[in-house]
């Protein structure tokens, strides 16, 4: 009789999430570079944080994260009041789909972008409409003519992730500006840390009605573990998804640690210089093996292969020298795969591992 129990519409359709592998068969020191990771951990006052709170196990979080939104405001100078704290930044992008798209509505987003819009998306309802980039970089008009009367809701990550590529301020104006009147422009900033001086968008979603930016502390903050994320925007959509959220979504030990990791500045810039001279490393290090790379402004490389074929080769090389990095043929990139950039020890090892691949043949 269980076929009369079926799941909504659309949730059959959605394609399993398949997570950064973390292990190789029969290699016990495995360097993981496949999941974006801060290969120096997050800071110390963090660890400690999360410590502590182990003596309040027994008690109830609290309910409207009040401490931890008013260090975030302090730290980017926001407005507390437009800040919503949830499981990861992916419970802000579900929140927002499950708030504003519903069957026959569309959700935006560019045709490499990151999977769990279109996950999110599926979930409420919604149809995903992905969209063409160029030269693997968000193309703005490209994202304004696939929008109509149906979009609600335009995903970008700038940086985005896998392609590491991102557009300036300027051309996320315009895409603002060009939106249809009933569709919300979400600025994914998981990356944002690592590009000097860029503010994830948050002047734009202090000053516009329908930009929201999201934020993590899965990346630069090393806390991918703990998973918390936050969204900024105009108040009255910050309190349509504060309708939705369960008061108990984060606990004790997620608001302390997070406060405690945003209020250490010093720990994000040795972060964000120790990967930006890292990143230049590797890149140049894997062009001189013949491998290009778009100009990454994240925390990893996409490598780019003549074929699907070599990429996946290279790939199972690596996993034998026990190197694991991301395949990112659900990206639709099958002949890429995304490097993290590790600490220089790990930088080096994948660096040389690929200079061998390409030598064998
Ligand atoms: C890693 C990543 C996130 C972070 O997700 P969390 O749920 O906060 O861990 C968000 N967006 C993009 C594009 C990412 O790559």
């Known amino acids: 009789m269980t076929d009369h129990i079926r799941p909504q519409l659309g949730i059959m359709d ?72 949830g499981v990861g930044s992916d419970e802000i992008i579900h929140f927002l789909c ?98 000097e001086g860029y503010d994830g968008g948050a002047a734009l979603a202090t000053e516009r009605a329908n930009v929201v930016m999201t934020r993590t502390f899965s990346k630069i903050y090393g806390l991918g573990g703990l998973r918390i994320g936050w969204g900024y925007g105009p108040q009255a959509i910050i309190d349509v998804l504060n309708r939705i959220r369960g008061p108990f979504n984060l606990s004790t030990a997620q608001l302390e640690a997070a406060e405690a990791a945003v209020r250490d500045r010093d720990h994000v810039e040795r972060c964000r210089e120790e990967n930006t001279r890292l990143r230049a490393w590797l890149a140049e290090a894997l062009a001189e093996r013949g491998v290009p790379s778009d100009t990454s402004t994240a925390n990893f490389v996409l490598a780019r292969f003549a074929s699907e074929a070599e990429a996946s080769a290279c790939d199972e090389f690596l996993q034998t020298q026990g190197l694991i990095v991301r395949r990112v043929a659900g990206y639709g990139l099958p002949h890429c795969l995304r490097i993290t950039v590790g600490d220089e020890a790990s930088c080096r090892r994948v660096a040389h591992a690929i200079g061998q691949f390409k030598g064998q043949k």
């Open 14 to 85: 959605i394609a399993l999430y398949e997570g950064g592998a973390a292990h190789v068969a029969g290699v016990t020191d495995a360097v993981k570079l496949s999941s974006n990771e801060n290969p120096f951990g997050p800071s110390d006052k963090a660890r400690e944080a999360f410590q502590r709170a182990v003596h309040k196990l027994h008690r109830y979080p609290n309910t409207d994260h009040a401490s931890l939104r008013r260090a975030i405001g302090e730290t980017h100078g926001l407005d507390p009041a437009r800040i919503i704290c």
């Open 98 to 195: 499950q708030a504003y798209a519903g069957p026959k509505d569309e959700v935006v987003f560019t045709e490499h972008g990151f999977l769990m819009y279109r996950i999110s998306a599926m979930a409420a309802g919604a149809t995903p409409v992905a969209v063409k980039e160029r030269d693997r970089t968000t193309d703005v008009d490209a994202i304004l003519a696939a929008c109509n009367r149906r979009t609600k809701l335009v995903f970008i990550a700038n940086p985005n992730n896998p392609t590491g590529t991102m557009i300036g301020l300027p051309e996320i104006e315009r895409l603002a500006n060009g939106l249809p009147k009933q569709a919300i422009l979400v600025l994914d900033g998981a990356y944002a840390e690592y590009v």
